[in-house]
């Protein structure tokens, strides 16, 4: 019997994003909007955001994580992105909520960050 604290095999790392909401596309732009201010490139395509969950009443909710978990700005940038997408017409609400699992990695990062870093 598998140890019940262990993820399903298959199931994903990542929580599935809410990409067939109304909101979805404008909380992605909000969302790339934010850096990282070490690297020059938006959040979401570093591959920071990891999940965008979006309520039927309209209630957002970002599971981020770092580059690092020392990076400096590790207290503000959820804040960051709270004032990004809580202007949005629309939404209700905004919580971000930081994870270490799974770890980041340049290989999340979209095809557009790694040309502008030089990775490509």
Request: glycine share 8%.
């Amino acid at each position: 019997m598998p140890n019940s604290a262990e993820p399903l095999e298959g199931a994903p790392l990542i929580a599935p994003s809410s990409t067939d909401h109304p909101l979805y596309d404008s909380v992605v732009e909000a969302c790339r909007t934010v850096y990282d201010p070490e690297i020059p490139v938006n959040i979401y395509d570093l591959g920071l955001i990891y999940t965008i969950d979006i309520s039927d009443d309209n209630a957002v909710k970002v599971i981020m994580t770092l580059t690092a978990p020392g990076c400096p700005v590790a207290g503000d940038m959820p804040g960051w992105i709270m004032d990004a997408v809580g202007p949005i017409g629309g939404v209700k609400d905004v919580d971000v909520e930081l994870t270490w699992d799974p770890p980041w990695g340049m290989d999340m990062m979209s095809d557009e960050a790694r040309l502008e870093l030089g990775f490509m």
